[in-house]
């Protein structure tokens, strides 16, 4: 089973509207955490927010938020006021407790979402 | 103010003929990776380092090898290139191995074309 999904292939979104990038995860580590990057054409991957699996509030970093859902293992991206430079590749990613790894916790991605910010 | 810096960009090889893409890192991280992508993927890791400790993943063909001579150098090796080999290759660090909560930061990558 995927350990990440993201269901949106491709998004297209007007310049300075919101969008909402889809992330479900599925693990059984009560222990874990939850990236989003991003990765324009140049294919540099940029870390953007964190979400801990404890953490009690939703994360914010600037225009970015994450909708964190526990019950329903989702950690939606939020990106507000949406600009050009905002056309990219978006990975959601998950690190949790692999067991072929030992102790080591590796970070799984998923399928990503292209993102286009129509202007 | 680079932190994980990868040379060169763009690597151009031939078939069969060996190739080593270098990684270094400002940031003191004791962790190295080194992930292939293709195109339209995700990126999938090879292998990393926990200072000294390689850790291979169990489906990394044996054509790829790791150097980490320090903390802040990482090398990729790839002994014979094949067609399927041209990818994306990421490189990042992180403080621990052992933390759902610890960042992984990548470099800019090096993409990879063999003739």
């Known amino acids: 089973a995927q350990k990440i999904t993201q269901t949106q292939p491709g998004m297209f979104v007007q310049e300075k509207e919101a969008v909402t990038l889809d992330c479900t995860y599925d693990?059984?580590?009560?222990?874990?955490?939850l990236f989003w990057y991003k990765q324009p054409s140049s294919g540099e991957m940029i870390f953007l927010i964190y979400?801990?699996?404890?953490?009690?509030q939703n994360a914010t970093e600037g225009r970015y938020s994450l909708n964190f859902q526990k019950a329903r293992k989702s950690a939606n991206l939020v990106i507000s006021a949406s600009q050009l430079g905002d056309s990219a590749m978006y990975f959601c990613?998950?690190?949790?407790?692999?067991?072929?790894?030992?102790?080591?916790?590796?970070?799984?991605f998923g399928s990503g979402t292209q993102l286009t910010v129509l202007p | 103010d680079a932190m994980v810096i990868q040379n060169p960009r763009y690597q151009v090889t031939q078939f069969g003929k060996p190739v080593t893409l270098s990684c270094s890192q400002t940031l003191n991280h004791n962790v190295m990776y080194w992930y292939q992508q293709k195109s339209s993927q995700a990126p999938k890791l090879l292998f990393h380092?926990?200072?000294?400790?390689?850790?291979n993943e169990a489906d990394t063909p044996d054509n790829f090898q790791s150097r980490r001579p320090n903390t802040s150098f990482c090398f990729l090796d790839i002994r014979s290139p094949g067609l399927g080999d041209a990818a994306m290759y990421l490189c990042?660090?992180?403080?621990?191995?052992?933390?759902?909560?610890?960042?992984?930061?990548f470099g800019p990558g090096t993409r990879l074309t063999v003739l």
């Open positions: 693990t059984s580590d009560p222990s874990y955490g």
């Open positions: 979400q801990g699996s404890y953490d009690q």
């Open positions: 990042a660090t992180s403080i621990r191995r052992d933390s759902s909560t610890d960042t992984q930061y």
């Open positions: 380092y926990y200072d000294k400790d390689f850790n």
């Open positions: 990613a998950m690190r949790d407790l692999s067991i072929s790894s030992g102790s080591a916790r590796q970070l799984t």
